[in-house]
């Protein structure tokens, strides 16, 4: 805002970038007129404004607050009923704290007294940018009246939710109706839920986010953003940290996610797909969101198959170590010859069972053999794993096994395990299987073995959220020894969110860990049954991407790309195009339901799918291509968002509601929700496109800067579900 005067005094000013996680004191100047000045090339001053104008303030006195906002200008905040909040921050005789001053009570006293009041004031640190989603900052707001409204009631969550219908409100808060089942009945000034939504909408504090508010039905609280805000917010995607400041905060630091986990010896087939991809996009999403992601491949590499895999490597290339690589093979093949020989030769049987003894009792040569063995595994695992772009770190589970004897002893500790029939048992509540962790042979088996690893993954990884993605039928396996490491004390259960946390964690000593089994359902073939071959081979996970991208590059070359581009750019865009609509197809999905595998379907550039997608994106880069203009260089010259149009502010509203998504993936462990916003934020695109001429408008660069946004935030999806963006058609 331009300054038309020399009188400066201090205010409490909410900042616009963070939206009042800190306050700050700024001198604010004289404007002339009301909305006119949210719009002029100095907007709403930002933290570091705010902070530079408070070190330098010249502070002066004043009759009263009210005469400032007369005196400056500001009495239009007042009259203005779209941004009576914004009045009320500058205006209200608030008592101080640590991140508040009252403007009236320093405008009351001598300019001594309000310097030494200055002084006092802790002003934030660096400037951190938001703080949570859009949601949780109206949750924040919401949590204030809550507090305020009902003191007697101080475990009150704030309940805030997207309005389904987007003429009452943007957000809605729906806290009335619980509250009014705890108080009715007790001695209240409330007399029905109508009358707490009321009281609830009115203690809201002040805030520039709030254009209004509304009450409907038993209380709903509909709360609606004001222009300026949601103008200034989505134009910072733009600026600054980007969209790195929209990422959500969560309660973790650190996680583990345990996906893909293939085992050594077999090729990876569409088995592995869901596992792989429903990982590696829950990674980078908890990674976004600044967790520190540990992505363990947890592979088969230890148990009697090695026994019988390394005797018939002897058996067949006495010379194996000679030879190399090539004495395997192809892993399908050897592995069934293998097995083929187990079962129909008992001599051999016998051996390869002795080589088992041998092997986990640290022979050299039998070592050896088995590390080749990996290694030719490693090699075909990462054939899959380059077309996908995934990253993993392998910690199989003869990496656990010097391990086990230690956990063993905290689990009989624990007075869980039983002898059963020779075996070693834990019994666990609700199921009438007993979980096995050592075996009638003196052997461990995967419960063993998942239980160490739990173990290590708390005591030594400082894991605070363990996820484990693999398909549902395991649900059962994880359920038990789930509960067999809880019992056990290893940690104490799901980490709990809201006020009550700490309370719930103080009452355990053991450690508040969550712990995640992310199940989902199979992959089907047209017939509706698990997918497979015409020979009713199991499909290999390389053949099936390969298959995509080849597809892919066809519909390119049938729409004439290939004399126009280079044949590295038709090749590139083939892979993001194939690999994506592989990913997308998969992840669209609730994780627990089947779906069927349909090239033609993933690969139609109508409808749901990455192709639709990526192309949607690729025309928003061709609308900006098509200006002649930088958009990074309009933001610079100062120029603003408007959201005038009511397609504009659909669309940004959409865009702003890009975090609270993010986050309710991660926290639900739902992918496909981030899969429905990316194809709803493409709708809302279409319908503002259709309706707003962006090119050779007079709001060009306005729309402009909202093309760009819009682009922003696609991408960032993108990259979350792990598919590489088109820039061209």
Request: proline share 4%; with cysteine.
């Amino acid at each position: 805002m331009r300054c038309l005067s020399n009188q400066l005094l201090p205010v409490v000013t909410p900042c616009l970038r963070c939206f009042g996680s800190y306050a700050r004191i700024s001198s604010v100047p004289q404007v002339a007129a009301a909305p006119a000045a949210l719009r002029s090339s100095a907007a709403l001053p930002t933290c570091a404004d705010l902070r530079s104008s408070a070190a330098s303030a010249v502070l002066r006195t004043s009759a009263s607050a009210s005469a400032f906002t007369q005196r400056s200008g500001l009495s239009w905040l007042s009259a203005n009923p779209l941004s009576g909040r914004v009045a009320a921050a500058v205006t209200a005789s608030a008592k101080p704290s640590r991140n508040s001053v009252s403007v009236a009570a320093m405008a009351s006293e001598s300019a001594a007294a309000a310097a030494e009041a200055v002084k006092s004031i802790e002003i934030g640190g660096e400037e951190k940018g938001q703080e949570g989603s859009v949601r949780d900052l109206v949750a924040q707001l919401v949590s204030q009246s809550l507090a305020k409204t009902f003191p007697d009631l101080p475990d009150l969550e704030p309940q805030v939710t997207t309005c389904n219908n987007p003429k009452f409100g943007d957000y809605q808060c729906n806290n009335a109706m619980g509250i009014w089942s705890r108080i009715k009945g007790t001695t209240t000034e409330f007399k029905n839920p109508n009358a707490i939504g009321q009281a609830i909408a009115k203690n809201l504090p002040p805030s520039p986010m709030v254009e209004k508010t509304s009450i409907a039905g038993p209380g709903f609280v509909n709360i609606v953003l004001t222009q300026a805000w949601l103008e200034q917010h989505v134009s910072g995607v733009l600026t600054g940290s980007g969209i790195a400041a929209w990422a959500p905060r969560l309660p973790v630091t650190r996680a583990v996610v345990d996906f893909s986990s293939p085992n050594i010896a077999k090729e990876m087939h569409v088995g592995h797909l869901r596992s792989t991809i429903i990982g590696d996009t829950l990674a980078r999403m908890l990674e976004y969101c600044h967790v520190e992601v540990l992505r363990r491949n947890h592979v088969g590499d230890w148990g009697t198959q090695f026994g019988m895999l390394i005797e018939y490597l002897f058996d067949k290339f006495p010379d194996w170590e000679t030879v190399g690589d090539q004495a395997i093979g192809d892993l399908q093949v050897f592995y069934k010859a293998a097995k083929k020989r187990f079962d129909e030769d008992a001599e051999f049987k016998d051996t390869a069972q002795k080589a088992v003894v041998k092997l986990q009792g640290g022979e050299e040569e039998y070592r050896k053999a088995w590390a080749k063995i990996c290694d030719v595994s490693r090699k075909e695992f990462d054939l899959v794993y380059q077309r996908l772009g995934i990253k993993l770190e392998e910690k199989g589970e003869s990496f656990y096994n010097s391990r086990i004897p230690a956990a063993l002893e905290k689990l009989k500790e624990a007075g869980l395990v039983v002898e059963s029939e020779g075996a070693q048992c834990i019994f666990v509540e609700g199921h009438k299987v007993p979980l096995i962790v050592v075996k009638s042979d003196g052997g461990f088996n995967y419960a063993t073995t998942d239980l160490t690893c739990l173990l290590y993954r708390i005591e030594e990884e400082k894991a605070q959220w363990i996820i484990y993605v693999t398909d549902v039928g395991q649900t059962q396996h994880f359920d038990m020894f789930f509960k067999a490491a809880q019992k056990a004390g290893f940690y104490a259960g799901k980490a709990k969110k809201g006020k009550a946390a700490a309370a719930a964690a103080a009452d355990s000593a053991a450690p508040a860990i969550r712990v995640d089994h992310v199940g989902f359902g199979l992959v089907l073939g047209e017939d509706g049954k698990r997918f497979r071959t015409r020979s009713s081979e199991v499909v290999r996970l390389v053949d099936l991407l390969d298959e995509a991208v080849t597809r892919a590059k066809q519909g390119l070359v049938e729409r004439g790309r290939e004399g126009e581009w280079k044949e590295e750019e038709v090749n590139a865009a083939a892979a993001a195009l194939g690999y994506g609509a592989v990913k997308y197809a998969d992840l669209k999905n609730n994780r627990l339901t089947n779906y069927t595998f349909d090239y033609d379907q993933m690969l139609d550039m109508k409808g749901n799918t990455a192709v639709y997608l990526l192309y949607a994106h690729a025309r928003i880069c061709s609308i900006i291509r098509k200006s002649g203009k930088n958009v990074q260089e309009i933001v610079q010259s100062g120029a603003k968002l408007r959201l005038d149009h009511p397609s504009e502010r659909a669309l940004a509203l959409e865009l702003s509601r890009f975090s609270e998504v993010v986050e309710s993936a991660v926290q639900d462990l739902l992918p496909n929700t981030l899969c429905e916003y990316l194809y709803n934020l493409s709708g809302s695109f279409t319908t503002f496109y259709t309706n707003c001429q962006v090119v050779g408008n007079e709001y060009e660069e306005s729309r402009l800067i909202l093309c760009e946004a819009t682009a922003v935030v696609m991408r960032k999806c993108f990259e979350l579900l792990g598919i590489t963006p088109l820039y061209r058609l």
